[in-house]
């Protein structure tokens, strides 16, 4: 078999039971040890105590792996120089037997081979700033693979319009939850426009369902606010962001190590306050995900 089902994972599916997609890119290249570690359990208990079993998705040894024990997490977590696995990668993380993580593209990919039908992450990838053509992959398989993805909007410290044009123009819904206006990740309202608000989990639910009976071969967005205890102020986001994106430039870094190198920056910039709210936002998430699987 292609995937590796750990067994309450495998038992969950089988018997119809609710199951969240987690990536793991999160662990190996969003946050330092062993903070990784720790959110990533985190969001796990998150989903557990919601009433979904979770489903955290990585590449080992070659192997694509649906559910990590807490010793793989461990492992991972503390790995180094591993692959961010899109889908471009993905044939060449199991066909060389590599031990990869998956972005929110790849967890679509592999949630979607697993029959799983809703994720939750932190933020998507986007457009970058000041570079209109360098568009993550995680847009175009929100065009092309039916799982719905729960999130706190893109990263803030991309182009959010740009990144709207794009998800429109791949056919994307996205959807508030609670909130009538795009999340900015650290921050609770970019002040730009969703497609629909929705206030519960059944409301979710009723919108992934219909998208299934159209047969509809696109993701649906999920926008959740980061909780307010620990959002950042806009302006403050706002000014970090802008002299780690300048800092970026100057050094000549590019591509897929622009987005590292910015938020890293971002948090030392915030004294860890972007970190702090990039934590309660991916538990948040999990446990909506996880609320919103139990109604499907």
């Known amino acids: 078999m292609l995937l590796d089902f750990a067994p309450q994972v495998h038992d969950a599916l089988r018997t119809n039971k609710p199951v969240v997609a987690l990536e793991s890119t999160l662990i190996t290249h969003g946050l330092p040890y062993p903070t990784n570690r720790d959110t990533a359990l985190a969001m796990e208990a ?3 105590d919601s009433g979904a079993i979770p489903a955290t998705i990585a590449i080992l040894n070659g192997k694509i792996t649906v559910g990590l024990s807490e010793t793989q997490v461990e492992s991972l977590a503390q790995a180094k120089n591993v692959r961010k696995c899109s889908r ?4 060449i993380a199991v066909g060389l037997g590599e031990t990869a993580a998956t972005t929110v593209a790849g967890t679509m990919i592999v949630a979607h081979m697993a029959g799983i039908n809703i994720f ?3 933020g998507i990838g986007g457009v970058h700033r000041g570079h209109p053509f360098d568009v993550s992959a995680d847009l ?4 092309r693979t039916p799982v719905a993805v729960v999130c706190s909007g893109a990263k803030s410290i991309l182009d959010l319009p740009l990144t709207l044009e794009v998800l429109e123009t791949n056919g994307v819904p996205l959807l508030g939850y609670q909130t009538s206006t795009l ?3 650290y921050t609770r309202d970019s002040g730009l426009p969703i497609d629909a608000q929705v206030n519960t989990a059944s409301e979710a639910a009723s919108v992934i369902r219909a998208a299934q009976k159209l047969n509809a071969q696109h993701g649906i967005l999920i926008t959740v606010a980061v909780p307010e205890n620990e959002a950042l102020a806009a302006e403050i986001a706002e000014k970090a962001i802008l002299q780690a994106t300048e800092e970026a430039e100057s050094q000549g870094i590019h591509g897929k ?4 190198f910015v938020l890293g920056r971002v948090v030392e910039l915030t004294d860890g306050k972007s ?10 998430n999990a446990r909506v995900a996880a609320e919103i ?3 499907l």
């Open 88 to 91: 471009r990668d993905l044939p």
């Open 275 to 284: 970190m702090a709210a990039n934590q309660a936002l991916l538990i948040n």
């Open 293 to 295: 699987a139990s109604q």
């Open 140 to 143: 175009i398989e929100l065009g």
């Open 183 to 185: 999340p900015a990740f």
């Open 257 to 260: 190590e622009v987005t590292p």
């Open 46 to 48: 998150a989903v557990r």
């Open 120 to 122: 939750a992450t932190g």
